[in-house]
T-cell receptor, first 114, second 111 residues
Framework: GAVVSQHPSWVICKSGTSVKIECRSL??????MFWYRQFPKQSLMLMAT?????????EQGVEKDKFLINHASLTLSTLTVTSAHPEDSSFYIC??????????FGQGTRLTVV | GQQVMQIPQYQHVQEGEDFTTYCNSS?????IQWYKQRPGGHPVFLIQ?????EVKKQKRLTFQFGEAKKNSSLHITATQTTDVGTYFC???????????FGKGTSLLVTP
């Protein structure tokens, strides 16, 4: 199957700093990528839909100025958590699809803000 | 908006017992997908169901899609310790590609 690589797999940052998470489709072009957030022992919550070359579509309640998404190419989308706070600590996962119905997930990024 | 509900939240079984998780959507789905997430891992695609009343099997796993395309179930026969993980259903509405995930059922299998 298609491979989606997410980096970094974990990051610890100080409160007030920004963190960038990359999501790459390695062997296919993804016009659309999705960003999810997962709290411990909870489900995946869709944060935003990232479209190549255009602005991301954010879900209700997700602050677009805090979670900056850039989808500059067909193989790369980035999520930047700006001015991170401890409540932003979570597991962030991206997914992308090729022509198949299956969504391919990145490995996820565990963010801890101290 | 569309809501996908999944029960039970947790299930603890003895190895060899059967296990079932149920998924129910507030709206009609164009398709439903099932994923398995091991502790510390990311969701891994298991299967997609598209047709009303569809039943698919993967070895000990049986997946069903309701006639109204609003509910689904995953049944595991004779569980094994390797079945441990959280099973998520995820629905696609007719209007979009983003998946709406259920809350997941965490399965624990003890030998």
């Amino acid at each position: 199957g298609a491979v989606v690589s997410q980096h970094p797999s974990w990051v610890i940052c100080k409160s007030g700093t920004s963190v960038k998470i990359e999501c790459r489709s390695l062997d296919f072009q993804a016009t659309t990528m999705f960003w999810y957030r997962q709290f411990p022992k909870q489900s995946l919550m869709l944060m935003a839909t990232s479209n190549e070359g255009s602005k991301a579509t954010y879900e209700q309640g997700v602050e677009k100025d805090k979670f900056l998404i850039n989808h500059a190419s067909l193989t790369l989308s980035t999520l930047t958590v700006t001015s991170a706070h401890p409540e932003d600590s979570s597991f962030y996962i991206c997914s992308a699809s090729d022509l198949s119905p299956e969504a391919f997930f990145g490995q996820g990024t565990r963010l801890t803000v101290v | 908006g569309q809501q996908v509900m999944q029960i039970p939240q947790y299930q603890h079984v003895q190895e060899g017992e059967d296990f079932t998780t149920y998924c129910n959507s507030s709206t009609t789905l164009s398709n439903i997908q099932w994923y398995k997430q091991r502790p510390g891992g990311h969701p891994v695609f298991l299967i997609q169901l598209v047709k009303s009343g569809e039943v698919k099997k993967q070895k000990r796993l049986t997946f069903q899609f309701g006639e109204a395309k609003k509910n689904s179930s995953l049944h595991i026969t004779a569980t094994q310790t390797t079945d441990v993980g959280t099973y998520f259903c995820a629905g696609n509405s007719n209007s979009g590609y983003a998946l709406n995930f259920g809350k997941g059922t965490s399965l624990l299998v003890t030998p």
